[in-house]
C-alpha cells in the first residue's frame, strides 16, 4: 500500500468534516481573539487618562476579577505567562542547580521559565488520554531514580536536588491532578501548576491553579482570554502571594516618594493598558466558553463519524474550556500527519501539529530525561484544528 492510497478517504473525511461544522471563509486562523465588549472603552479611558503603564486602577481590578473567577484566593498580574511561571518557580523554592520535573509535550516556555529560574529541566512522558504527565509513571520513574537526604529528594544519577513537579493542562483538558498532588506529596516534591492554557477549565469542581503552591496563568493572544501580552500567579499563599506582587515589581518598598529596593528583583509587572483589556474580555469570558464548548460538540459529533481518528475530548470529571481542539490519529504516523495538515491548511482550515518534543530542542538534549514514549507517539499523531469562539454564532458581540 502507497500513502496516497490509503490517505486519500481520510483526507477527504476530514476536509468534509471542517466544511461542515466551520462557517465558509476562506482562510479560518487556529485561535482567534475575540474584542466584542468592552475591550476598546477600558483601552481609550487610560489614555484618555493618561494612565496608560505602572500605575493606575485596572491592575487591582484585574487581579481581583481573576480572583473570583477561579476562585484562587490571590492573583499577581504578570507581563506574560513565561515570566508569571519563572517567579512561581523562585517562590516555590527553586533555585540554582535545582531540576524541576516537567511533560515533554509542553510549549518552550515551561522549560525556559525553569532555566530562567536557575533550574534544569527533567523531562517527563505524558498519559495518551489527558495529555498530561502520567502520575503511574512518573511515580516508577522516581522511585527508581531519587535518593531522600534530610527532607529533600535528589536524582541519583545527576546529585541533583529536585524541587518541583510542573504538570501542564495540555490545551486546556485538565491533567490527572490528583495523581500528581500524591506523588507531590510522597515524594516531597512542591507542585506548581502551569495552567497557562487551561483558564476556565475545572478539575472535579474546582479551576485549574489551585492545587500546587502556586500557578502560572497566560493571556498570550492565542490564549482563551487575552490581554496583548500577559500572565498571572495564583496562590492560596497570602506570604507567596506578597512575595509574588514584590518580586514582580522590583522588590520596591512601599513609600510615597522614595525608591529603596530590597533585593534583585523584576520588572515583571502587567501594565493598566493591558490590565483594562484583561478586565474587558474577562466580562466575555463565560460567552466564549460557552460557545467554545458548542464548538468542540460538533467536532466531537462530525469526528466520531471517521474512522482511523480519535477527537481528545474533556477527562472523565473534567470541565475543559476547550482552547485547542485537536484528534489523534490511531496509528501514528508522521508522513500521514503531514499529509493531512497539508491538505487542511491547504483548504484554508489552518492546522498544526503539537509542539516539537522539548527534550528534543537544541538547547534541551542534554537534560535528563525519562522515555516519553507516550509523547512521541501524540507527536506523530496529533492534529490541533480551528477553536476560536467566533466560530459559533454569538448574539451579544457588537462588531466595528
Ligand atoms: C502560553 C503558554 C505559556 C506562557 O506563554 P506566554 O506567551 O509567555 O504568556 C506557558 N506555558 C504554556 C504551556 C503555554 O501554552
Same mark, same amino acid.
Given at each position: ?271 493598566? +493598558? &493591558? #490590565?483594562? %483589556? ?6 466575555? /469570558?463565560? @460567552?466564549? =466558553? ?5 464548538? !468542540? ?26 482552547? +485547542? &481542539? #485537536?484528534? %489523534? ?6 508522513? /500521514?500527519? @503531514?499529509? =493531512? ?5 491547504? !483548504? ?42 467566533? =466560530? ?9
Amino acid at each position: 500500500m502507497n500513502l496516497t492510497d490509503t490517505a486519500a478517504p481520510l483526507q477527504e473525511s476530514l476536509l468534509t468534516v471542517l466544511r461542515h461544522v466551520l462557517p465558509a471563509k476562506p482562510f479560518i486562523p487556529l485561535h482567534e481573539p475575540e474584542f466584542a465588549g468592552n475591550e476598546w472603552n477600558y483601552v481609550k479611558e487610560c489614555i484618555d487618562t493618561g494612565w496608560v503603564s505602572s500605575v493606575g486602577k485596572y491592575v487591582e481590578e484585574f487581579e481581583r476579577r481573576i480572583e473570583q473567577f477561579t476562585g484562587a484566593p490571590h492573583a499577581v498580574v504578570t507581563v506574560n505567562g513565561t515570566a508569571a511561571l519563572h517567579v512561581a518557580l523562585v517562590l516555590a523554592g527553586v533555585g540554582a542547580g535545582d531540576e524541576v520535573i516537567i511533560p515533554a509535550l509542553s510549549f518552550v516556555a515551561t522549560a525556559n521559565a525553569v532555566v530562567h529560574a536557575g533550574g534544569v529541566p527533567h523531562f517527563v512522558d505524558c498519559e495518551l488520554d489527558t495529555l498530561g504527565i502520567d502520575p503511574v509513571a512518573l511515580r516508577d520513574y522516581l522511585e527508581r531514580i531519587v535518593e531522600r537526604r534530610s527532607g529533600n529528594t535528589y536524582n541519583r544519577v545527576t546529585g541533583r536536588r529536585i524541587a518541583a513537579l510542573v504538570p501542564m493542562h495540555v490545551f486546556g483538558h485538565p491533567t490527572d491532578i490528583d495523581g500528581l498532588l500524591a506523588v507531590s506529596k510522597d515524594f516531597n516534591i512542591p507542585l506548581v501548576e502551569d495552567a497557562a492554557e487551561s483558564l476556565g477549565s475545572y478539575y472535579h469542581g474546582r479551576h485549574t491553579g489551585n492545587f500546587g503552591v502556586c500557578a502560572a496563568l497566560s493571556f498570550n493572544g492565542n490564549k482563551v482570554v487575552t490581554t496583548g501580552g500577559g500572565g498571572a500567579i495564583l496562590t492560596g499563599d497570602p506570604e507567596i502571594a506578597r512575595m509574588a506582587k514584590h518580586l514582580t515589581t522590583t522588590a520596591k518598598r512601599p513609600h510615597a516618594w522614595e525608591f529603596q529596593h530590597d533585593q534583585v528583583a523584576w520588572n515583571y509587572r502587567m501594565p493598566n +493598558l &493591558n #490590565a483594562a %483589556l484583561g478586565c474587558a474580555q474577562l466580562e466575555r /469570558l463565560p @460567552d466564549m =466558553l460557552k460557545r467554545k464548548k458548542e464548538l !468542540a460538540a460538533r467536532y466531537r459529533v462530525a469526528l466520531s463519524a471517521i474512522k482511523g481518528v480519535r477527537f481528545i475530548d474533556q477527562p472523565e470529571g473534567c470541565d475543559s474550556n476547550f482552547w +485547542l &481542539n #485537536a484528534f %489523534l490519529l490511531d496509528t501514528p504516523d508522521m508522513a /500521514l500527519r @503531514d499529509r =493531512l495538515l497539508g491538505a487542511l491548511n491547504g !483548504a484554508g482550515f489552518m492546522a498544526r501539529p503539537t509542539w516539537g518534543l522539548l527534550n528534543k530542542l537544541p538547547m534541551y538534549t542534554q537534560c535528563p530525561s525519562a522515555a516519553v514514549t507516550n509523547a512521541e507517539r501524540i507527536e506523530a499523531s496529533l492534529i490541533n484544528i480551528p477553536s476560536s469562539p467566533g =466560530l459559533v454564532g454569538n448574539s451579544d458581540a457588537q462588531h466595528g
